[in-house]
């Protein structure tokens, strides 16, 4: 089964999907050791094509779209895990009347989970399993793998069941954070379903407080690892105090304490104002955007804004020379004055905790 892709505007510029699900399927009809070349050489075609039309937008966007650059990177690596799923299952490897124990779901964890997928960022993928691996679906998973490692990507994969799956989550603090974040790409939605609702059940309903005060205390070591301060003069930009790894924290806690999806369903849960939701939004998506010009500039998964490349990404964001100050000055005062935003958010949630 192949699950819905995040709407994305003009989508079909990006990638066409009814293409190129019947160009791979038509390239997978010949022998596997022929057929994975020319599956790769055609997505590698594919996800250029997509990277640049998402970066072009992007360029044209200025200040703003940080958002949209997640959103349409998602897409793009849905579409092509999408497309790669369903080579291997109807034609490469076919299993025309599969049993429970050949199910499989391929499920999106971490920043890739949330539909937060920066330039350059990993994959990260949870192969989901009934109870154990049949042969079917290791050649599947295996397929799928070594087709997205071709492609040059870094993909981050776990395969578990999903009872190995909720075990782990008891005893894990950041695996139980990563099945906060989890969406379904394709396959078996039974098995994701079952995985959600174990969670909720088993995880959940247990000590919400160790959760938090175990996500306190590893924001409290980021920082100190990072240099304890929002006004470091080369900040990382998802690591940093004040950066999106503190802006993740407290959605991580509220989805914990509230079972939330949403900022919406913070304020109506009486956790955060309007006008607070409103200063996360912005914040959050001032960092994207800054992110994404930094991925960009250094063509790599790059979080640090060090002092080479703060003057062209102000220059990017429309940051310009005034009389008594530099673009860059404004840029980076601008920066700090949302990573200031970020801790006042900190202290306001935690105080209505």
Not at 86 to 112: D, F, L, Q, W
Not at 184 to 197: E, P, T
Not at 324 to 348: C, N, P, Q, S
Request: net charge positive; hydrophobic share 40%; aromatic share 8%.
């Amino acid at each position: 089964m192949l699950m819905p892709i995040p709407h994305v505007a003009r989508a079909h510029e990006i990638v066409d999907t009814s293409v190129l699900n019947e160009t791979l399927l038509r390239l997978a009809e010949e022998p596997e050791a022929k057929a994975r070349p020319a599956i790769v050489a055609h997505l590698k075609q594919v996800l250029a094509e997509g990277r640049a039309v998402v970066e072009r937008r992007f360029m044209e966007s200025k200040r703003g779209g940080g958002g949209k650059v997640m959103v349409a990177n998602t897409y793009l690596m849905d579409s092509l895990i999408q497309a790669i799923y369903r080579a291997a299952t109807e034609k490469i490897y076919p299993i025309h009347n599969p049993t429970s124990s050949e199910h499989i779901s391929i499920v999106a964890v971490g920043g890739y989970g949330r539909g937060e997928l920066a330039p350059f960022s990993d994959i990260d993928l949870l192969f989901l399993l009934p109870y154990k691996r049949a042969a079917s679906t290791e050649r599947v998973i295996e397929f799928l793998l070594y087709t997205l490692w071709d492609l040059g990507l870094k993909v981050g994969h776990a395969t578990r069941s999903v009872e190995d799956t909720v075990r782990q989550a008891k005893a894990d603090t950041t695996i139980r954070t990563t099945l906060l974040e989890t969406r379904v790409i394709c396959g078996h939605l039974g098995l994701f379903q079952n995985l959600r609702q174990r969670f909720q059940n088993k995880i959940l309903s247990g000590s919400p407080l160790e959760f938090v005060d175990a996500k306190l205390d590893e924001r409290e070591q980021r920082h100190l690892r990072m240099g304890d301060s929002r006004y470091v003069l080369e900040p990382n930009v998802k690591e940093g105090k004040g950066g999106l790894r503190d802006l993740h924290s407290l959605f991580w806690i509220a989805k914990y304490l509230f079972r939330v999806d949403t900022l919406d369903e913070l304020i109506d849960a009486g956790v955060l104002q309007s006008a607070e939701a409103a200063r996360f939004h912005r914040a959050q998506n001032f960092l994207w955007t800054v992110r994404s010009h930094l991925h960009y500039l250094t063509g790599r998964a790059d979080e640090r804004l060090t002092f080479d490349v703060q003057a062209e990404i102000g220059r990017r964001m429309g940051y310009t020379d005034h009389a008594g100050a530099r673009g860059v000055e404004r840029f980076m005062k601008h920066y700090f004055l949302v990573a200031k935003d970020v801790g006042d958010l900190t202290r306001i949630f935690i105080a209505a905790l």
